[in-house]
């Protein structure tokens, strides 16, 4: 609970998130070990020899003429030769370790100046006036100290690099494996070998053992239903055989009855073959798609428009399956409607599809129910109105679902009955 805030910060893909794993465990360390260097040993070594040269500069105050031997330049300023202020680098830690300690220990402390890594000029104010003291560098700090930062960075980033090639390779089975599954959700079929780790392996392995069983079962299901359709339209031909000879009073009820008969069976194998029919997945025009749905409806009769148009270019969908979902969506609304109106927006991220009727629309409570097979909806859905028997929103969202997108309820602001979303992410 207490992480939840920074949820919202890290890397969603598993690429971002195991570079995050890698990067920041050696920043960490690094700038640890910086700081823990910087002040355990280049913050006292610097100390150590500033406080060394200190001794010297009194030595060489007291007796100038040993400022030769210990590689000193002394030289005699007037009184208002000192600097207004000292100089350092702002980035020249050590040289601030430096500028303390001399001042610390130096008596007549004035100025220093640390203007690059080679020199420093000492202003010091004693008996015989203002002095000004140059020495190198390297005696009061270490000289290549950015070394180890240098080093420090080039190997880090060196192994951060060797190691996340390393990874991208552990990594790019789980990928494959994540795009085979989402293109499976979609109905379309991707070939994939297992690869990578043993457990990588062992879930590919269980994901193409599980495809297969889903897809010899579509078969076998598939294989029944055409013996079943079979066997079920042969005696309904006999029995329409047999009504054929009777009187037309006594015949007309009982035809309409085998009609009825007829329809369900076809409604139930319709449902329960599914998409596994429609086709396969090809890069398709939806705008064009619904143009040619509404156009085909309005030659036949629907009282059926185009409201709204927008995007342009082409989402993978199986055509026949989602010309087959319009239409059920289109026949729902005009069986319970007046007006019927369709609408398609293309966008970078998601395609979204729209039905809208005038007609009594759904209950917020029960719109859920209303996905479900075989099931009708009385007060919502007047039944004198049309013979379906509930399968076309139910037939619509399993079309949805199997292009890995859903089928959303609402109701319309236009036109104020129901509002039927099928929104598909690209």
Partial sequence: MFFQWLKRYMPRGLYGRAALILILPVITLQLVVSVVFIQRHFEDVSNQMSRELAR????????????????????????????????????????????????????????????????????????????????????????????????????????????????????????????????????RHMPYSPSGAVEVRAAGNAFLDMRNRIERQIEQRTMMLSGVSHDLRTPLTRLRLGLSMLEDEDREPLERDVEDMQRLIDAFLDFARGDSQEGTAEPTDPIALVEAIVADAQRAGT??????????????????????????????????????????????????????????????????????????????????????????LAIAADIARAHGGVLRLGQSETLGGLRADIVIAR
């Avoid at 000192?82 to 040289?95: E, I, K, L, N, T």
């Avoid at 006036?129 to 290549?144: C, D, H, K, M, Q």
């Avoid at 917020?364 to 028997?389: C, H, I, M, S, Y």
Wanted: hydrophobic share 40%.
């Fill in 303 to 392: 009282p059926v428009r185009v409201a709204h148009l927008e995007g342009r270019g082409e989402v993978t969908l199986r055509p026949g399956a989602m010309r087959r979902a319009l239409e059920n969506l289109i026949g729902n609304a005009v069986r319970y409607g007046r007006r019927c109106e369709v609408s398609a927006t293309l966008t970078d991220k998601s395609l979204r599809l729209r039905v809208e009727d005038d007609g009594p629309g759904i209950p917020p409570e029960r719109r859920e129910e209303a996905l479900r097979p075989f099931v009708r909806l009385d007060p919502a859905r007047n039944q004198d109105k049309g013979t379906g028997v509930g399968l076309g």
């Fill in 56 to 187: 010297e500069i009194k030595l060489v105050l007291a007796r100038p003429e040993l400022a030769e031997p210990l590689a000193l330049t002394v030289r005699a300023l007037p009184d208002d030769g000192v600097p207004a202020a000292g100089q350092r680098r702002w980035y020249d830690f050590s040289g601030l370790v430096v500028a303390r300690t001399l001042e610390r220990f130096v008596p007549g402390f004035e100025r220093v100046l640390l203007p690059d890594d080679y020199d420093v000029r000492l202003y010091v104010r004693d008996a015989q006036g203002l002095s000004e003291i140059a020495f190198a560098r390297r005696r009061v700090s270490p000289t290549n100290a950015h070394q180890l930062f240098v080093n420090m960075m080039v190997f880090g980033v060196l192994m951060t690099l060797v190691a996340f090639l390393y990874l991208r390779n552990q990594l790019r089975p789980i990928t494959r494996l994540a795009r085979a599954a989402e293109a499976f959700g979609r109905g």
